[in-house]
């Protein structure tokens, strides 16, 4: 405690090994901020009792905030790779923070979209550098580094919809207002982790990442290859997570006639188990390749997706659950073995994959908002429960050992 004190409030100190002290500080500024953004899905109840939106409506909102993370994250990490800014994660904190006094004083849809926006400019400024700064802390354990990072956002993200049934739901729109107040504890930390990042740029000048003896070997042709495989496992992975996080609480009040509290609680579960799966994915993908990690996320959730539409109530949390779990441990994984792919390129590369995290996400949650208005609820999570099965396309990854072994 008193070495992490001593990193955030005092003097940075520059160590050998793995920095954990700073990788717990960028999962927790990473749980801080997707927390605060998680209560945008979480209010959609509201927003469609109060506003009365469509579902289709429902999902523009997710793809404009979606869009503007993911547009802007490649390059804002390619900008970075040449010209770091330790004190952009920072900032990237103060817009998260202006979007949500905006969403909480929106009383049109389009202040609405503006105000969401603005959140996810704040995503596209934070997450790139972030990803720099934990591979720069992780001694080598990459995967493990990512997933500590990873798993304080999914574990954000598990907790909005908590806040929301304990905050939003019971006092209004204004409520998320004093989401604020976690923006700024992050923004405090991150000037503290800015400056051992800056302190690490002048003791080690022009720091570039060396690169795996693997990628050195591999032809472009099958890089390219491996990097299309990457890109149609976030695919399956967030089209099937958009569907979730998104209409989950929709499924369970229209199937079941569950109440709108438990229905978020039921998502709060789903969404923790998000969060374990992808802390279990790093120490994993280090210890056994993340080839096999990736392979073994996405189809090993089949199973259970494929039977959850068909559940009484108990097993369909159950099946949820497991799925969140299973499909959960195959992203920094996939961003590891991405970056192993193109060393040199950590900030494009990570901007991109979190672009595309964000983009296919918001583009499932619109796509799936779309279908269910000309269909059902239900119908769509029967097609969304499908995805997993193009996991089986991770069998042509070439198989690259984990960093330091």
Known sequence: MNNFLEKIKGRPRIAEGTAYTILFAMGFCHLLNDMVQSVVPAMYPLMKEDFGFTFAQIGTITLVYQL??????????????????????AAGMCFTLSGLLTLAYASSFLMILVAVSVIGCGSAIFHPEASRVVQMGSGGKKSLAQAIFQVGGNGGSALGPLLAAAIVLPYGQHAVGWMALAAMLASFILVRVGAWYSLLLAQKKGIKEKAAAVSRSLPSGTVRMAMAILILMLFSKYFFNACMTSYFTFYLIEKFDVSVGHSQLCLFAYLAAFALGTLAGGVLGDRYGRKYIILFSILGAAPFTLAMPYMNLGWTIFTAVMSGLVIASAFSSILVYATDLMPGKLGMISGMFFGLMFGLGGIGSAFFGWLADRTSIEFIFRISTLLPLLGVIAVFLPDIRPSGK
């Open 68 to 89: 503007a993370s993911s547009i802007f994250q490649p390059f804002v990490g390619l900008y970075a790779d040449t010209h770091p800014k330790p004190y952009s994660l």
